[in-house]
């Protein structure tokens, strides 16, 4: 979890004696889990790592341990440094979370307690306080090392290079009352602090320890908390892009509310970036603060999923959550808030077979009338996850509407990751493994290690339900979801589903098509959040937009891996011939287009884990290369 550790007298000694050796032995610990650690960061630790060191050293802390780079659990967010020690008063472990600042200058953004604009508003960020206050929250939250004993843990913001002068409003701000926050000209005072929660003299090993070894409590999913997120309070806690991505629509709430205004805001990220977890998290605040907003998504299974979690026993909260092709004739600016989740699915038109010819004629495109039905539009989007044809929500799309109409545009992009296990290195594997990262050195082994998720190739139909369901009888949650490679039966005249997916003889029935249990089987828009739902194969339209804790996934014979005689290097084939999903396989849809679908549907598929992902192939040349990408036996997988 911890990238790596030291005294703080052996932290001094090591900077003094070589200022890049932690520079350089931090790059390496990253280099080997391959994360590219960018010229900035390696800046950052230059400056701010010898401030730190030496403020520890003044304060007569040397045996303090500090924990650099500590990862949060089931995230790839880390925080700058954790010190680990002995409370001087009450003698039991104490830690300090101390985020770590370069800002010369530095002011809110028109006013906002929150939204920080740094260096002559190059970029915008959140008030540290807030940064430093959310991980201490989310560590709370999700170590055990914290479970009884929550205020052992403390945080503070050090901009060790400014001055009272460059970060005036800051100090003034709100956000203090969550996490102290000092300056350089302030040294003293911080030295002060730390030394009211660490004692002189006593070693901080065993604390540290305890620390990195922690257990990580399970991590709040999605469905079981959005009742109580809408209607009671916040039970998600965000971090960093997720939280300025929330106060900043707050902010143009406020702004367009006050001077009669409207604006739109972007939020873009891969899968388990957090994007649901911010509209939802915004529904509740917005709905706290008595404004009209309204959640609305492209996807049947997602929206209804949301109306019977959320809105459950209350007709007016599943009233909040709509459809895209429910704005066309909808009041213009007559909601404060429109939060447009899955974005990517956006289509041309909203219009379909049974839309009257009287709106029928008069239809707009559809990201028109959706930048019209609110003042302050959200869009979350992956780009990477459209799958059908005619699905538009790209964020070029989005701005050029908005631009076309006047309207300002705020962008913010999620980097991190909260599904599979907070693995970006997952979800970089899956994107180069299909060709959708532009690398020229293509698919990758999987190395696993620290990566605190699991992913296995398995050689049938069999071993993946048999593993799946041995996860399952130890309490996990898992799916299996396949390529649309099968037909699509309905259920017979007696109630009973017909196997479909078909595999020698492993046979299993999809999962029902319509919003009516039968058989046992739950309705498609709850396949994946019904534990009823295992006994079913779901396809891209019923797993994308959920999450559950062990993934089967079966590729089927419309992507398969060949080797080139020639050459020896390998490519995906795209076999058109096998897809049975009408959608892609009309001739509207081009050749090149139906790869590129292809391709993201297995994306969107091979995400939704948040432990681990078993891989099948129907192919057996495609299942010896993917087992060629995985581990040795016994080694980290």
């Not at 709040?220 to 900043?248: T, W, Y």
């Not at 989005?398 to 693995?423: H, M, N, P, W, Y």
């Not at 049938?460 to 593993?467: A, G, Q, W």
Request: with cysteine.
């Amino acid at each position: 979890m911890s990238v790596i550790r030291y005294s703080a007298a052996e932290l001094s000694s090591s900077l003094i004696s070589d200022p890049s050796s932690v520079e350089t032995h931090l790059a390496d610990q990253f280099s080997r889990r391959g994360v590219h650690v960018s010229e900035g960061e390696r800046r950052s630790w230059r400056s701010s790592l010898p401030a730190l060191a030496r403020d520890l050293s003044d304060a007569g802390l040397d045996q303090v341990e500090v924990v650099l780079e500590h990862r949060l659990p089931l995230t790839s967010k880390r925080a700058d440094a954790i010190l680990a020690g002995v409370h001087p008063r009450t003698g039991n472990h104490s830690f300090v979370v101390v985020e770590l600042k370069q800002w010369s200058e530095a002011h809110l953004l028109e006013g906002d307690d929150t939204l920080v604009e740094v260096d002559g508003a190059r970029y915008l960020s959140s008030h540290p306080s807030t940064q430093v206050a959310g991980y201490v929250q989310y560590l709370r939250d999700f170590s055990r090392a914290f479970e009884r004993t929550p205020d052992q843990l403390q945080g503070v913001a050090y901009l060790h290079n400014a001055t009272d002068v460059g970060v005036g409003d800051l100090l003034e701000s709100t956000e203090l009352e969550q996490a102290p926050m000092f300056t350089g000209q302030r040294r003293g005072q911080f030295i002060a602090y730390l030394q009211s929660l660490l004692a002189k003299d006593a070693s901080g090993a065993e604390a540290a320890d305890r620390l990195i070894g922690s257990r990580t409590a399970p991590s709040k999913q999605l469905m079981s908390v959005v009742a109580q997120e809408i209607r009671e309070q916040e039970q998600f806690v965000l971090l960093d892009e997720q939280k300025l991505a929330r106060d900043l629509v707050l902010h143009q709430v406020k702004k367009a509310v006050s001077a009669d205004s409207k604006s739109v805001v972007v939020v873009t990220g891969g899968p388990g970036s957090g994007k649901s977890v911010i509209a939802l998290s915004l529904m509740g605040e917005l709905a706290r603060e008595g404004r009209a907003a309204v959640h609305a998504t492209g996807s049947r299974s997602f929206t209804e999923t949301l109306r019977k979690v959320a809105g459950k026993g209350s007709t007016r909260t599943k009233a909040l959550f709509k459809y895209f092709n429910n704005f066309m004739e909808a009041e213009r600016n007559g909601l404060d808030v429109l939060i447009l989740d899955e974005a990517h699915r956006i289509r041309e038109k909203s219009v379909n077979q049974y839309t009257p010819k009287a709106v029928r004629e008069k239809a707009r495109p559809q990201i028109n009338e959706l930048l019209d039905a609110a003042r302050v539009p959200v869009f979350l989007l992956d780009q990477h996850q459209v799958v059908r044809p005619g699905e538009m929500g790209t964020p070029d799309d989005i701005r050029r509407a908005a631009e076309a109409k006047g309207l300002e545009v705020r962008q913010i992009d999620l980097t991190d990751q909260f599904r599979s296990g907070g693995s970006l290195a997952y979800i970089a594997w899956v994107e180069r493994l299909l060709g959708l990262r532009d690398i020229e050195d293509g698919p990758q082994p999987w190395d696993g290690a620290g990566e605190n998720f699991e992913v296995d190739v398995v050689g049938s139909p069999d071993e993946l339900e048999s593993r799946l369901q041995a996860y399952r009888n130890t309490g996990y949650g898992a799916r299996m979801a396949a390529g649309f490679c099968w037909p699509w039966s309905n259920p017979r005249d007696d109630g009973s589903l017909v196997p479909d997916v078909t595999i020698g003889t492993w046979q299993r029935p999809w999962n029902l098509r319509g919003e009516r249990a039968v058989g046992g089987a739950p309705p498609a828009s709850l396949w994946a959040t019904d534990p009823a739902g295992f006994g079913q194969v779901g396809c891209v339209y019923t797993a994308q937009g959920f999450e559950y804790d062990w993934n089967g996934v079966i590729l089927g014979p419309d992507l398969v891996w060949r080797q080139a005689a020639d050459d020896g290097r390998g490519a995906w084939v795209v076999r058109r011939s096998e897809s049975r999903d009408s959608a892609l396989t009309k001739k509207s849809v081009t050749d090149a287009r139906f790869d590129e679908l292809t391709r993201n549907t297995y994306k969107v598929l091979l995400t939704r884990g948040m432990v681990g992902t078993l891989i099948y192939s129907t192919d057996e040349e495609t299942r010896e290369f993917l087992r060629s990408l995985m581990p040795a036996p016994g080694s980290a997988r």
